[in-house]
T-cell receptor, first 114, second 113 residues
Framework: DADVTQTPRNRITKTGKRIMLECSQTKGHDRMYWYRQDPGLGLQLIYY???????NKGEISDGYSVSRQAQAKFSLSLESAIPNQTALYFC?????????????FGPGTRLTVL | AQSVTQLGSHVSVSEGALVLLRCNYSSSVPPYLFWYVQYPNQGLQLLLKYTSAATLVKGINGFEAEFKKSETSFHLTKPSAHMSDAAEYFC???????????FGTGTSLTVIP
């Protein structure tokens, strides 16, 4: 079973629609992250959360919002989707007590905004 | 501020040849460094990491990387490429607190039979 899961895996939506991407983890990690990946740009950080009550903006938070419903769940919302939000979205987790700091990634959600 | 530069967005090697993927970082403090691999339609998988222990780091699938502070580099190598190594490779840097990662733009590796 996957430790970090994302739903849906693929989504096509229309401009102006509200959409939510969900991330769940069974790793017991306290920190969770949302990234978007665009060809040639690598991964860019959208939001990150240190725990349920600690949410932080990343490099490209405009047009996005997040909710940390529980330690294991971190959702990303696009309030009014636009075509340039078409991208591959990844959720990642990390345990703050790990000395080595690595993040563990979900399989990704491919979002297309028409 | 931290940043990562990966030279070469596309690298092609013959099967059995040396793989060299370049990564240079910019960091005001000694960083943690990582290489991740992304196979088609999959998430990122950790290949190896540098955390201020040995400067030569061995990872999975025969990959290794050497941290060179004087050159601010963390290049990824594998002595002999295999067809299954074809993937996208990302270098990432984190500060000592690990709060944020900064990723390079990725290098797509093609292995030619």
């Amino acid at each position: 079973d996957a430790d970090v899961t994302q739903t849906p895996r693929n989504r096509i939506t229309k401009t102006g629609k509200r959409i939510m991407l969900e991330c769940s983890q069974t790793k017991g990690h306290d920190r969770m992250y949302w990234y978007r990946q665009d060809p040639g740009l690598g991964l860019q950080l959208i939001y990150y959360s240190f725990d349920v009550k600690d949410i932080n903006k990343g490099e490209i938070s405009d047009g996005y919002s997040v909710s940390r419903q529980a330690q294991a769940k971190f959702s990303l919302s696009l309030e009014s989707a636009i075509p340039n939000q078409t991208a591959l979205y990844f959720c990642a987790t990390r345990r703050s007590s790990f000395r080595t700091k690595e993040q563990f990634f979900g399989p990704g959600t491919r979002l297309t905004v028409l | 501020a931290q940043s990562v530069t990966q030279l070469g967005s596309h690298v092609s090697v013959s099967e059995g040849a040396l793989v060299l993927l370049r990564c240079n970082y910019s960091s005001s403090v000694p960083p943690y460094l990582f290489w991740y691999v992304q196979y088609p339609n999959q998430g990122l998988q950790l290949l190896l990491k540098y955390t201020s222990a040995a400067t030569l780091v061995k990872g999975i699938n025969g990959f290794e990387a050497e941290f060179k502070k004087s050159e601010t580099s963390f290049h990824l190598t594998k002595p002999s490429a295999h067809m299954s190594d074809a993937a996208e490779y990302f270098c990432a840097v984190s500060g000592r607190n690990g709060n944020q990662f900064y990723f390079g733009t990725g290098t797509s590796l093609t292995v030619i039979p």
